[in-house]
């Protein structure tokens, strides 16, 4: 890591995006807005959203990019997020904007939109009733409890009744991974970043940790909660779901968190317990949900030498 202390830098700072070629990247994907098609072809930026232009007030060409995955965060990830931390701001758009003048109408009135305006709001805590009725005269606001895929119930008498948006999913959509000259194919320019100090010094957590020095560990995983929230000593004890706490909130999004759960053993607890999807799939198989499907172009060219995985 030689001399560069993470601290150095905001955790927004890292992510700006004239800021792409800084002291905390030890690899990236390079991109560019120029070039041919694959140089300007990362759709990073429509990771963990929604489609935002169902909402009235914000188009196709909205400057939040496309949805690209069809994923989202678990209701774990965001209450993970402590009022003290800045990656909060620095990661999600709680609030989003209109981009295109509209006419939004419910049974109980209607809303004229112009540009700027806010559309919908995804408070950090819940509201008490009054405020949240007060706000849905004028955008929608949908409460932590709500994040997942639902219908709330109306508040009666407001312009934004819940059963007028068309969207039954929302959630505060990423902001980390924003982009520019997002082309027709949705591809951006920014840099995917691949290894950060950040993450080297979390590794190096749990590696001390496995090697029984928990002073070693707690530095280390100190150091990149200390630049989230200015605490220089928040962890006294640490274990493995510790580190794995702080590294979803850290890379939400960066890296592979099926990889990371499966390498500490984790995988089958944590979904269970965080994953309120985790009915839809039935019961926990190791022989399937440990291991990944091999291309079928993979397994052709070995000749037989390679077995397609149980289940796939």
Request: proline share 6%.
């Amino acid at each position: 890591m030689g001399s560069y202390d993470i601290r150095s830098q905001t955790y927004a700072q890292v992510f700006d995006y004239g800021n792409q070629v800084n002291p905390e990247v030890l690899f990236a994907v390079q991109y560019g807005p120029g070039g041919n098609f694959d140089d300007r072809n990362n759709s990073k930026h429509g990771i963990f959203m929604n489609p935002v232009n169902d909402y009235v007030g914000i188009g196709r060409g909205n400057p939040y990019g496309a949805n690209n995955t069809g994923l989202m965060p678990t209701p774990r990830f965001f209450d993970l997020l402590a009022a003290n931390d800045t990656r909060d701001e620095a990661t999600l758009h709680r609030v989003l904007y209109a981009d295109e003048a509209a006419t939004f109408t419910s049974p109980e009135g209607s809303d004229n939109v112009i540009p700027g305006d806010t559309i919908v709001y995804y408070p950090k805590t819940p509201l008490a009733p009054a405020e949240l009725a007060d706000k849905l005269q004028r955008y929608w606001v949908y409460q932590p409890d709500q994040y997942l895929f639902g219908l709330p119930d109306n508040i009666p008498g407001v312009i934004y009744q819940y059963s007028s948006n068309v969207l039954r999913t929302n959630f505060p959509i990423f902001k980390k991974f924003d982009d520019v000259g997002i082309d027709a194919e949705n591809g951006g320019s920014r840099d995917a970043f691949i290894f950060r100090i950040a993450a080297t010094h979390l590794i190096a957590a749990e590696a001390h940790l496995g090697a029984g020095n928990t002073s070693a560990a707690l530095s280390h995983l100190n150091r990149v909660r200390e630049r989230a929230t200015g605490v220089a000593n928040h962890y006294t004890t640490v274990n493995i779901d510790t580190i794995l706490d702080e590294r979803a909130i850290e890379l939400a999004g960066e890296e592979d968190r099926w990889a990371v759960l499966k390498r500490t053993g984790k995988l089958e607890e944590r979904i269970n317990i965080h994953n309120p999807h985790i009915v839809d799939h039935g019961a926990f198989n190791a022989n399937t949900h440990l291991v990944r499907p091999i291309p079928d172009n993979e397994v052709a060219l070995s000749e037989g030498s390679i077995q397609q995985n149980p289940n796939y």
